[in-house]
Nanobody
Framework: QVQLVESGGGLVQPGGSLRLSCAAS????????IGWFRQAPGKEREGVTC???????????IVSTSVEGRFTILRDSAKNQVYLQMNSLKPDDTAIYYC???????????????WGQGTQVTVSS
């Protein structure tokens, strides 16, 4: 059974950092795409960043302009996890963060087949 589980969310002050984890089970994170999305109250789900893993070990990624230079997507193939490193957090980053898996890397939700349950990130003083 394919499953994605996010963790690492919480309350952080503006300017702080958090690292979210996305643990995969039922499949191996060595090919295809993993994306991070977020959804704030009253807003549509927004693609944050994604990584595409080629079968030859190559990777590529896409980063939303809203988080470029602050957020980084990382992969640990040994642990079968993908991370979202978030630095210089702002109150506007407050949202539920989701990871998703599919055949491609996209900031649109359509290509993704599997989704985690989400983890809450709150940026506030």
């Amino acid at each position: 059974q394919v499953q994605l589980v996010e963790s690492g969310g919480g309350l952080v002050q503006p300017g702080g950092s958090l690292r979210l984890s996305c643990a995969a089970s039922g499949f191996t994170l060595n090919s295809g795409g993993i994306g991070w999305f977020r959804q704030a109250p009253g807003k549509e789900r927004e693609g944050v960043t994604c990584i595409y893993m080629g079968g030859d070990g190559s990777t590529s990624n896409i980063v939303s302009t809203s988080v470029e230079g602050r957020f980084t997507i990382l992969r640990d193939s040994a642990k079968n996890q993908v991370y979202l490193q978030m630095n210089s957090l702002k109150p506007d980053d407050t949202a539920i963060y989701y990871c998703a898996a599919g055949p491609a890397c996209s900031l649109r939700p359509g290509p993704y087949d599997y989704w985690g349950q989400g983890t809450q990130v709150t940026v506030s003083s």
